[in-house]
C-alpha cells in the first residue's frame, strides 16, 4: 500500500495493514518492536525493524526530500519508526526508556546504524498525537545526531532523519 493509499484509507484498513505487518513479522520470526510495562500492564510500544521492511519510508517527503543529503550505511539500518504511549503514562519517561531498551537490544544484534524521523519542536509544546516520530530531543538525548532536515513541506516541517551508530 503506498503511503497516499494509506493517509486516504479508513481507519479500520490502516489497522489491517498494521495488524498484518505484525503478524508477518511474527511468522518470520522477526523483531517487530519493544513494549513498555509498569505494574498495571503495558505502557508504551516503539517499532523497530530493517528499514527496507518499511518501503513507504522511501516515499515519504521527508526521506525522498533528504536522501542525497543521508551518507551511506556500512552494515545493518534499522528504523526506529514510531512510539505509542499510554496517555496514563505520558511524561513519565517511557519513551526515553524504550529508545534506550532499543540501542541496547541493537548493539546485541550487531546492528551497525538506527534511524529515526522524529519532530523537532524547537523547544515547544506539542499535543502528544503529534509525537508519535518522537523528538529530536528524545533522540539527541540517547545518543543520535541529526543527519537531515526536512522544513520545506507544510506535512514534513519540522522533521528531521537522526542517526546513532550502534555497533
Known amino acids: 500500500m ?3 493509499d494509506f493517509d486516504a484509507a479508513d481507519a479500520g484498513a490502516r489497522r489491517q495493514v498494521h495488524v498484518e505487518a505484525i503478524r508477518s513479522a ?8 519493544q513494549i513498555a510495562l509498569d505494574d498495571h500492564g503495558p ?10 521492511d518499511f518501503p513507504r519510508l522511501a516515499h515519504t517527503r521527508l526521506l525522498a526530500s533528504t536522501a542525497a543529503e543521508l551518507p551511506p550505511v556500512d552494515g545493518p539500518l534499522w528504523s526506529v519508526v514510531c ?3 499510554a496517555t496514563r503514562a505520558r511524561r513519565r519517561g517511557v519513551a ?4 534506550r531498551g532499543v540501542v541496547d537490544w541493537a548493539a546485541d544484534q550487531h546492528i551497525a ?20 516520530h518522537g523528538t ?11 543527519a537531515a532536515r526536512h522544513r520545506d513541506s507544510p506535512t514534513a516541517s519540522g522533521r528531521a532523519v537522526v542517526r546513532r551508530a550502534v555497533a
Do not use: C, M
Not at 26 to 33: C, D, F, I, T, W
Not at 96 to 99: P, Q, S
Open 136 to 146: 529530536v530531543r528524545l533522540f539527541e538525548n540517547a545518543g543520535f545526531a541529526v
Open 96 to 99: 526515553t526508556a524504550l529508545l
Open 43 to 52: 505502557v508504551g510500544w516503539v517499532s523497530i525493524g530493517p528499514r527496507r
Open 2 to 4: 503506498t503511503a497516499d
Open 83 to 85: 512510539f505509542v504511549i
Open 26 to 33: 511474527h511468522r518470520v520470526g522477526a523483531k517487530a518492536g
Open 113 to 132: 546504524v538506527l534511524e529515526g524521523y522524529p519532530v523537532d519542536t524547537e523547544g515547544q509544546k506539542r499535543p502528544g498525537a503529534a509525537l508519535w
